[in-house]
Structure formats: C-alpha cells, structure tokens
Nanobody, 123 residues
C-alpha cells in the first residue's frame, strides 16, 4: 500500500513557474514508476510526465515538453514536477500516481493516486 500526498499548487500568472511535490508513505517508493497526470474541469484525466524507478528515463506529453521537468528523490520518497513558462491551458488539478509498468500513459494502468493539487494559471 502506498499513500501519496501532493503539494505546491497555487495561482500563478502566465509565464510563471511552480514546483509540485508528491510525498509517498512506505518503504517501497523506489520500486514504483511515478507519474503526474492532470485533470481540468469537465475533462478526462491526462498524462503529463513519468519517471522510471532510478530516474534513468523520463517521458513527457507533447504539450509540456521543454517546459516541465519531472524528477524524484528516492531517499526522501518524493516526486517533483518543475513547471516553467506556464500557460492558462495548464490550469488543472495535478495528481501523482504510482504504477509498475514503464511506458504506461493511461490512468487505469496506475495502482495508487494522490488527492491532487490545484494549479491555476491566469492570463
């Protein structure tokens, strides 16, 4: 069992930056593929970024490539998402997720989810 708690969301102007964190409970954090998803009101949950167990591989949605950076610190059981050059269309609830399969980009492929943190980007 893994519990995930996100933080770091907020209101920011377009062009600004935010850094999201996701802290995991338990001693098995390093055994999971970790990802960020986002969900805007009335829309489906969408993949944002993923990182392999040892940080050797990262994956990004085309919409955030070059602006967002995913990273993890296994010693601190923490996942991060650095978001730069934010746009109004990045506004959503951001959720972290833990899974077992690298290359998994669909929500149903993940085992554990956090509650999410709201990111709002004003124009």
């Amino acid at each position: 069992q893994v519990q995930l708690v996100e933080s770091g969301g907020g209101l920011v102007q377009a062009g600004g930056s935010l850094r999201l964190s996701c802290v995991a409970s338990g001693r098995t954090f390093s055994s999971y593929i970790m990802s960020w998803f986002r969900q805007a009101p009335g829309k489906e949950r969408r993949f944002v970024a993923a990182i392999s167990r040892s940080s050797g591989n990262t994956y990004y949605a085309d919409s955030v490539k070059g602006r967002f950076t995913i990273s993890r610190d296994n010693a601190r059981n923490t996942l991060y998402l650095q978001m730069n050059s934010l746009k109004p269309e990045d506004t959503a609830v951001y959720l972290c997720a833990a899974g077992k399969n690298i290359g998994a980009f669909r929500p149903h492929e993940y085992d554990y989810w956090g509650q999410g943190t709201q990111v709002t980007v004003s124009s």
